[in-house]
């Protein structure tokens, strides 16, 4: 479990962010691109649904965040 985190947060720091500061999706160029400086850490389906069940986390968890932002100051 730690070594598939550890490959999220390395994954996660090549994320985009939209101009209204809005993470995007992590892609699967960006999976792909960390596979090419790293060896996976596990199987490559079972990496490819914990990083993209994480990102859905990250992205649910960013949202809410700012739609709290948003109700605050309105």
Do not use: W
Request: contains cysteine.
């Amino acid at each position: 479990a730690y070594a598939i985190l550890k490959a999220f947060n390395a994954i996660a720091r090549s994320r985009a962010i939209h101009e209204s500061g809005v993470p995007l999706l992590l892609s699967a160029k960006d999976i792909s691109a960390y596979l090419e400086l790293y060896e996976s850490p596990c199987e490559f389906y079972i990496l490819l649904e914990c990083i993209m069940a994480l990102d859905n986390k990250f992205i649910d968890k960013a949202r809410n965040r700012l739609n709290q932002r948003v109700k605050k100051s309105a």
